[in-house]
């Protein structure tokens, strides 16, 4: 028998606001365990939080980007449980009047529907002793600075076919948040998190199958090793007469496999009520139609844009638009006239490389928009050749100057003179007649040594285009028949 995946993913973005959710402490990544708590957000006897408006304008910004309805009504919620990690012993969510519903993506031409997204407040985080290199401690520590941090969940409906089709939807989705500058989408520290509910079928089934959840994913990559590892667990449990039972499962990168966390056949009464603190919330359709002018181009439409109008590749406007401060830079740049396909080359090949080579974030590069067309025009106009072009760029993206000075300080202006790239060739020519005979006996592949060594005595200055001709000219020609 065949099965089919059934899969639905919840992502938690941190929303980019300065203090948290209900109270004024800084959401800053990396300060010292426990610096950025207070009374409120400890949940401590007698204190009330207070809602944060950007957070709640981060959401409907969010909602909108993702086509979903705006709530004219919505209302926090308490959901009880106990954690080390949550000291309050409960968490402010949202259950059945969410912020954000019934919205949808478009991946690859299908249509991936999102159920709900709603604000809550994030938990704090456990450090084990035993991962802090106190082997044999039986204890565990907590940060609090987390708590209270803005969260918008983003639950999507089962409608995903595939773990490709998962990391696409990831992809996409965070590429959504970056563009409209409510998320860092930075899953190293947390800022994007996805837990993934995964399911089989017999093809052609309607009614889903047991699901289990799966968590403990850092990377895009491991979700779709997690979901795919996971399928195959499932199949092989129905296939040998088992059943597949409702539980979470986490995933280890080390062997590739899920493994048991804990059991949700039963599941657990969380005691949701209204959230006696803070009284309901009517979102006003001005201010929903007010952020919905502010809202930049949207990822697809960019790629599109650069597609169309650039001139780029489908798969070179795919990279681009991944990152929001190199499409920034490259909108930039072509405002100032640089021509679109190579200033995209030189973003998404050499500095590129620079950037992750040094371990940096785009934002970080010397290099200007200015910098960026002034050494595009440079080698369209054949003043700078490719080579030098390269040594310039690395330089610009260290410690940003004029690209022209900078080309004739440093002589690196591209040579073009017939005269006296005549005289270099014919002397490379004297020097190299073994492998001038060599050529004429019919060894043509032999031509791109005479161009090599014609670049080591310009110095990397030679004009491609010139020196070609002039070795076709020089050159003699190959013996008939050889």
Same mark, same amino acid.
């Given at each position: 028998?065949?099965? $089919?995946?059934?899969?639905?993913?919840?992502?938690?973005?941190?929303?980019?606001?300065?203090?948290?959710?209900?109270?004024?402490?800084?959401?800053?990544?990396?300060?010292?365990?426990?610096?950025?708590?207070?009374?409120?957000?400890?949940?401590?006897?007698?204190?009330?939080?207070?809602?944060?408006?950007?957070?709640?304008?981060?959401? #409907?910004?969010?909602?909108?980007?993702?086509?979903?309805?705006?709530?004219?009504?919505?209302?926090?919620?308490?959901?009880?449980?106990?954690?080390?990690?949550?000291?309050?012993?409960?968490?402010?969510?949202?259950?059945?009047?969410?912020?954000?519903?019934?919205?949808?993506?478009?991946?690859?031409?299908?249509?991936?529907?999102?159920?709900?997204?709603?604000?809550?407040?994030?938990?704090?985080?456990?450090?084990?002793?035993?991962?802090?290199?106190?082997?044999?401690?039986?204890?565990?520590?907590? !940060?609090?600075?987390?708590?209270?941090?803005?969260?918008?969940?983003?639950?999507?409906?089962?409608?995903?076919?595939?773990?490709?089709?998962?990391?696409?939807?990831?992809?996409?989705?965070?590429?959504?948040?970056?563009?409209?500058?409510?998320?860092?989408?930075?899953?190293?520290?947390?800022?994007?998190?996805?837990?993934?509910?995964?399911?089989?079928?017999?093809?052609?089934?309607?009614?889903?199958? @047991?699901?289990?959840?799966?968590?403990?994913?850092?990377?895009?990559?491991?979700?779709?090793?997690?979901?795919?590892?996971?399928?195959?667990?499932? #199949?092989?449990?129905?296939?040998?007469?088992?059943?597949?039972?409702? $539980?979470?499962?986490?995933?280890?990168?080390?062997?590739?496999?899920?493994?048991?966390?804990?059991?949700?056949?039963?599941?657990?009464?969380?005691?949701?009520?209204?959230?006696?603190?803070?009284?309901?919330?009517?979102?006003?359709?001005?201010?929903?139609?007010?952020?919905?002018?502010?809202?930049?181009?949207?990822? $697809?439409?960019?790629?599109?844009?650069?597609?169309?109008?650039?001139?780029?590749?489908?798969?070179?406007?795919?990279?681009?638009?991944?990152?929001?401060?190199?499409? !920034?830079?490259?909108?930039?740049?072509?405002?100032?006239? @640089?021509?679109?396909?190579?200033?995209?080359?030189?973003? #998404?090949?050499?500095?590129?490389?620079?950037?992750?080579?040094?371990?940096?974030?785009?934002?970080?590069?010397?290099?200007?928009?200015?910098?960026?067309?002034?050494?595009?025009?440079?080698?369209?106009?054949?003043?700078?050749?490719?080579?030098?072009?390269?040594?310039?760029?690395?330089?610009?993206?260290?410690?940003?100057?004029?690209?022209?000075?900078?080309?004739?300080?440093?002589?690196?202006?591209?040579?073009?003179?017939? @005269?006296?790239?005549?005289?270099?060739?014919?002397?490379?020519?004297?020097?190299?007649?073994?492998?001038?005979?060599?050529?004429?006996?019919?060894?043509?592949? #032999?031509?791109?040594?005479?161009?090599?060594?014609?670049?080591?005595?310009?110095?990397?200055?030679?004009?491609?285009?010139?020196?070609?001709?002039?070795?076709?000219?020089?050159?003699?020609?190959?013996?008939?028949?050889?």
């Amino acid at each position: 028998m065949k099965y $089919e995946p059934v899969i639905g993913l919840e992502v938690h973005a941190q929303l980019r606001t300065k203090t948290k959710i209900f109270c004024g402490c800084p959401t800053d990544f990396g300060a010292n365990p426990n610096d950025q708590v207070c009374q409120v957000c400890l949940g401590m006897p007698g204190v009330l939080p207070v809602l944060n408006k950007h957070a709640v304008e981060c959401a #409907i910004r969010a909602g909108l980007a993702l086509n979903c309805e705006i709530s004219e009504q919505t209302r926090f919620d308490r959901k009880n449980y106990f954690y080390p990690d949550l000291s309050k012993g409960y968490q402010i969510s949202q259950l059945d009047k969410p912020i954000c519903k019934t919205g949808h993506l478009v991946i690859n031409g299908r249509t991936i529907r999102i159920n709900r997204a709603h604000l809550e407040e994030d938990a704090g985080k456990l450090v084990h002793a035993g991962a802090a290199g106190l082997h044999g401690s039986d204890y565990s520590l907590v !940060d609090y600075n987390r708590g209270g941090v803005p969260l918008l969940e983003i639950v999507s409906e089962p409608d995903i076919e595939t773990p490709e089709e998962a990391k696409a939807y990831l992809t996409e989705l965070r590429n959504i948040l970056r563009a409209i500058d409510v998320c860092d989408g930075n899953l190293e520290e947390g800022s994007f998190r996805c837990d993934a509910n995964v399911s089989i079928r017999p093809v052609g089934d309607k009614e889903l199958g @047991t699901k289990a959840e799966i968590k403990n994913m850092n990377s895009f990559r491991s979700v779709q090793r997690a979901i795919q590892s996971e399928i195959e667990r499932q #199949i092989n449990v129905v296939e040998g007469g088992g059943r597949v039972v409702q $539980e979470t499962r986490l995933w280890n990168e080390a062997d590739g496999t899920t493994h048991p966390m804990r059991s949700k056949e039963e599941a657990h009464d969380y005691r949701y009520f209204p959230e006696p603190d803070l009284v309901p919330l009517s979102i006003d359709r001005k201010w929903v139609s007010d952020v919905q002018s502010t809202l930049p181009e949207l990822p $697809e439409a960019k790629r599109q844009r650069y597609v169309n109008e650039h001139g780029l590749s489908v798969d070179d406007a795919v990279v681009m638009v991944e990152n929001k401060d190199l499409c !920034d830079f490259f909108d930039a740049a072509i405002k100032l006239g @640089t021509p679109a396909k190579p200033a995209a080359n030189l973003l #998404i090949g050499p500095t590129t490389a620079y950037v992750n080579d040094n371990n940096l974030e785009f934002s970080a590069i010397k290099m200007t928009p200015q910098n960026l067309c002034d050494l595009v025009k440079a080698i369209e106009s054949g003043k700078l050749g490719s080579t030098n072009a390269k040594k310039l760029l690395v330089e610009l993206l260290a410690s940003t100057g004029d690209v022209n000075k900078l080309i004739d300080e440093k002589g690196l202006a591209q040579l073009s003179d017939e @005269t006296e790239l005549r005289k270099m060739v014919q002397e490379v020519l004297a020097r190299s007649q073994p492998q001038v005979e060599q050529y004429r006996s019919g060894k043509t592949k #032999i031509r791109q040594y005479f161009f090599g060594e014609l670049m080591k005595v310009s110095k990397g200055k030679a004009n491609p285009e010139v020196t070609n001709k002039i070795l076709d000219e020089l050159l003699p020609q190959p013996e008939a028949g050889a």
